[in-house]
């Protein structure tokens, strides 16, 4: 059974628009959210996360935005940018169970349109 | 340089063979993990380690072994390979603080088929 889900295989934006990713997850337990970019022949890359204490956090043109009572958070590119189109993979895990495993939704391929 | 060295990066091998991916860092960190990515996926965990005396298996760890032969080292084995493990593997290390600030950082990957 999946507990992180990203429910849209893919999504084109035009350029210097918006692009928002959603992400949902089934574990209550997961308190630690992460968003990973990839590129081909390459590894994910970090880009941001956000713990189950807040409800969004910022890093220039990326905000992640978490909606706890709905199990639901989402990426928010602004604006975007042709170099952005990658695959996204959101991932949760459970700081406290000290672990520091993650689990990883199937990704959102990103494209962005010049 | 890169931080997480990842060899071989391509691998074509034959069912029934020994396999071994090896995952070097510069990073100093202490958590070392080992993921596959199959198509249309996300990454699932095979193992992890702490350090050089931890070793854990993660959600699909079933046909694999890993060995940690130092901080820096942490090998992934398919003792008898098979075809249904044909798939990307990725090598990735955390800090052991595991705090937001200290996220896994990744390899870029071994592209491993097995025919």
């Known amino acids: 059974d999946q507990q992180v889900k990203q429910n849209s295989p893919s999504l084109s934006v035009q350029e210097g628009r918006i692009s928002i990713l959603n992400c949902d997850y089934t574990?209550?337990?997961?308190?630690?959210f992460l968003w990973y970019k990839k590129y081909p022949a390459e590894g994910p890359t970090f880009l941001i996360s956000?713990?189950?204490?807040?409800d969004k956090n910022e890093d220039g043109r990326f905000t992640v935005f978490l909606n706890k009572s709905a199990k639901h958070l989402s990426l928010h590119i602004v604006p975007s940018q042709p170099g952005d189109s990658a695959v996204y993979f959101c991932?949760?895990?459970?700081?406290?169970?000290?672990?520091?495993?993650?689990?990883f939704g199937k990704g959102t391929k990103l494209s962005v349109i010049p | 340089d890169a931080d997480v060295t990842q060899t071989p990066r391509n691998r074509i091998t034959k069912t029934g063979k020994r396999i071994m991916l090896e995952c070097s860092q510069t990073?100093?960190?202490?958590?070392m993990y080992w993921y596959r990515q199959d198509p249309g996926l996300g990454l699932r965990l095979i193992y992890y380690?702490?350090?050089?005396?931890?070793?854990n298996k993660g959600e699909i760890s079933d046909g694999y072994s890993v060995s940690r032969q130092a901080q820096a080292k942490f090998s992934l084995s398919l003792e008898s390979a098979i075809p249904n493990q044909t798939a990307l593997y990725f090598c990735?290390?955390?800090?052991?603080?595991?705090?937001?600030?200290?996220?896994?950082?990744f390899g870029d990957g071994t592209r491993l088929s097995i025919l």
């Open positions: 990735a290390t955390s800090d052991p603080a595991g705090t937001e600030d200290q996220p896994q950082h």
């Open positions: 574990n209550s337990m997961f308190d630690y």
């Open positions: 956000i713990s189950s204490i807040k």
């Open positions: 991932a949760a895990s459970v700081l406290g169970a000290g672990s520091y495993q993650l689990t």
């Open positions: 990073k100093g960190h202490d958590r």
């Open positions: 380690s702490f350090d050089v005396k931890d070793i």
